[in-house]
């Protein structure tokens, strides 16, 4: 169970908005509320990254009027898809430039950066290769480029080495996603297609980037764009009838439904909803997407429960998991889950091809990246980010990797999960008025968290399991006569067994309910504690 941490508590309710933003030292409030624009932000970036932009934006002019092939060499994830979207439809349709292509790296055959299969696979005679969301780390490939007569322009924002590959321009920045980074460069070489920054935004939030500054701009414009103008495929993609689109429906249902052909397959299927203009097409394509998105979500399941029954009594520090059976492609998703059912930094490895390859993702307070890296002579290749890596690694080297992290010593305060309560307070400031106040707070995510509450002794007058496998427990719970309906998805296995008329402590996240024609206020259950059995 994790450990309570409450900030405050809170006596009126048209204080809460108030209490929230004092605890999250949120001082300016106007600018927080009205974040300044994307003109802001661009005028405010780095000498270097203005340098290179500029460099950038005449290699690629260059390319153009010596009519020689661009080539986007981008990434199998959303923010990979995104950033390759952005750049090719800026210079084919934008620029009209014919002479580009787009390359996907397919997860199984060439793995993640550039390759030199996946080189020879997509390059023409004396080429100008744009890599996006990757490349940074790609010191020995970008030297072969060199090698073979292709000027090299890498747009990327993952963790760099102490040494740089040898590119003609290097633009990068760690603050912001991929797909940011290119739209920079596109937004140089003249693109004015707003569905750019709405890729920006999406690719923000799925890539797990904080919610703050520039990102924050990004995202809400974003959500604006994508509400006003949704791409029909997105249409089909939000398929369960959303009134709204907000960084929920970017993070948990986009998201995944583009991350899902690159994990089981082909990430190009992906992009081409991203760069299809005739809407029965793009249509067509999201449907195969929800389909395959089907498939991604049983083979994530099925190889979690494999997963997890191995640490049930006693995780480890660092939990590694390896298989023969786990697929490739959901070995990253299975660590998310390992990490968040065990609050550990958890390693997942498929053994099952000629070489193992793994997936990583932390915990706040260890820094995975720089974790890994001290053992970097284990692996064939290895990048990430504080929170999340991955790697490929050869079969024989896997115990040695298990022996070394099984050495790694963390503090335990950092192995508790802390639950981070923005405020207590009593039922009776549970209101729609209450949750309208916060609306200011949005676009929630990362640095920006969807507000906690915890309110003490609810009385429980319904208790239901509900979903597919009766794995959600759903509750209606009463304060004096104030009554509320509260869910608490995927009820843990090892919590209390609740029944009516016990008495609950409740940690939980508002949202509104809209039902024929009215709204109500439903409670999404973080954290249940008993407090009193009758």
């Known amino acids: 169970m994790p450990k309570w941490e409450i900030t405050c508590e809170c006596d009126k309710e048209d204080e809460v908005l108030d209490l929230i933003l004092k605890n999250r030292g949120i001082k300016d409030q106007e600018t927080f509320f009205n974040p300044p624009p994307i003109s802001y932000w661009v005028k405010n970036l780095s000498s270097d990254f203005k340098s290179n932009l500029k460099k950038s934006k005449e290699i690629v002019e260059k390319a153009i009027s010596d009519s020689r092939p661009i080539i986007i060499y981008g990434d199998y994830d959303v923010d990979g898809i995104c950033a390759t979207a952005i750049l090719f439809t800026t210079i084919k349709n934008e620029l009209g430039y014919d002479k580009v292509y787009y390359f996907i790296p397919n997860r199984f055959r060439h793995g993640y950066g550039l390759s030199k299969e996946g080189i020879h696979e997509c390059e023409k005679p004396n080429a100008l290769f744009i890599t996006v969301d990757s490349g940074i780390t790609n010191i020995e490939e970008a030297?072969?480029?060199?090698?073979?007569?292709?000027?090299?322009?890498?747009?990327?924002?993952?963790?760099?080495?102490?040494?740089?590959?040898?590119?003609?321009?290097?633009?990068?920045?760690?603050?912001?996603?991929?797909?940011?980074?290119?739209?920079?460069?596109?937004?140089?070489?003249?693109?004015?297609?707003?569905?750019?920054?709405?890729?920006?935004?999406l690719a923000t939030v799925t890539d797990l980037q904080p919610i703050i500054g520039f990102n924050r701009t990004l995202v809400k414009e974003s959500l604006k764009i994508l509400n006003n103008n949704l791409p029909a495929g997105f249409?089909?993609?939000?398929?369960?009838?959303?009134?709204?689109?907000?960084?929920?429906?970017?993070?948990?249902?986009?998201?995944?439904?583009?991350?899902?052909?690159?994990?089981?397959?082909?990430?190009?299927?992906?992009?081409?909803?991203?760069?299809?203009?005739?809407?029965?097409?793009?249509?067509?394509?999201?449907?195969?997407?929800?389909?395959?998105?089907?498939?991604?979500?049983?083979?994530?399941?099925?190889?979690?429960?494999?997963?997890?029954?191995?640490?049930?009594?006693?995780?480890?520090?660092?939990?590694?998991?390896?298989?023969?059976?786990?697929?490739?492609?959901?070995?990253?998703?299975?660590?998310?889950?390992?990490?968040?059912?065990?609050?550990?930094?958890?390693?997942?490895?498929?053994?099952?091809?000629?070489?193992?390859?793994?997936?990583?993702?932390?915990?706040?307070?260890?820094?995975?990246?720089?974790?890994?890296?001290?053992?970097?002579?284990?692996?064939?290749?290895?990048?990430?980010?504080?929170?999340?890596?991955?790697?490929?690694?050869?079969?024989?080297?896997?115990?040695?990797?298990?022996?070394?992290?099984?050495?790694?010593?963390?503090?335990?305060?950092?192995?508790?999960?802390?639950?981070?309560?923005?405020?207590?307070?009593?039922?009776?400031?549970?209101?729609?008025?209450?949750?309208?106040?916060?609306?200011?707070?949005?676009?929630?995510?990362?640095?920006?968290?969807?507000?906690?509450?915890?309110?003490?002794?609810?009385?429980?007058?319904?208790?239901?399991?509900?979903?597919?496998e009766k794995q959600h427990l759903s509750l209606r719970i009463f304060d004096g006569s104030v009554f509320h309906k509260a869910i608490y998805f995927n009820y843990p296995e090892n919590y209390p067994y609740i029944t009516i008329g016990d008495k609950v402590d409740l940690a939980y996240t508002l949202k509104a309910n809209k039902f024929n024609g009215k709204i109500y206020l439903d409670l999404t259950v973080k954290d249940l504690r008993l407090s009193k059995r009758v």
């Not at 480029?145 to 003609?168: G, W, Y």
């Not at 760690?174 to 569905?195: E, P």
């Open 143 to 201: 030297e072969y480029l060199k090698k073979l007569n292709h000027q090299v322009v890498i747009t990327d924002h993952h963790q760099q080495k102490s040494k740089l590959p040898e590119a003609d321009c290097i633009l990068w920045d760690d603050q912001i996603v991929g797909a940011t980074v290119a739209w920079l460069l596109s937004k140089a070489l003249g693109s004015k297609n707003s569905t750019n920054i709405a890729l920006c935004g």
């Open 235 to 468: 249409c089909k993609l939000l398929s369960n009838g959303t009134n709204e689109i907000t960084s929920y429906e970017l993070g948990w249902v986009l998201g995944p439904r583009l991350n899902a052909s690159g994990r089981l397959g082909d990430a190009s299927m992906s992009l081409n909803l991203l760069i299809e203009s005739d809407i029965k097409k793009a249509e067509k394509i999201a449907d195969s997407l929800n389909e395959i998105n089907k498939q991604r979500q049983d083979k994530t399941l099925e190889m979690y429960e494999l997963a997890a029954t191995v640490f049930d009594d006693d995780p480890p520090t660092i939990i590694i998991s390896g298989h023969d059976d786990y697929h490739e492609g959901i070995i990253g998703l299975v660590a998310a889950k390992l990490k968040q059912r065990f609050h550990r930094p958890s390693i997942v490895i498929t053994t099952s091809g000629d070489v193992a390859k793994g997936s990583a993702r932390s915990i706040s307070g260890v820094n995975i990246i720089e974790l890994l890296r001290n053992y970097e002579s284990l692996f064939m290749s290895l990048g990430g980010h504080p929170m999340a890596a991955g790697f490929s690694i050869k079969k024989e080297s896997i115990s040695k990797l298990k022996e070394e992290l099984s050495k790694v010593k963390v503090k335990e305060e950092i192995l508790q999960e802390i639950l981070i309560i923005d405020a207590k307070v009593s039922c009776k400031f549970i209101t729609l008025k209450t949750l309208a106040s916060l609306e200011k707070l949005r676009p929630y995510g990362v640095g920006n968290r969807m507000p906690v509450f915890a309110t003490l002794g609810l009385g429980v007058t319904s208790v239901n399991r509900v979903g597919k």
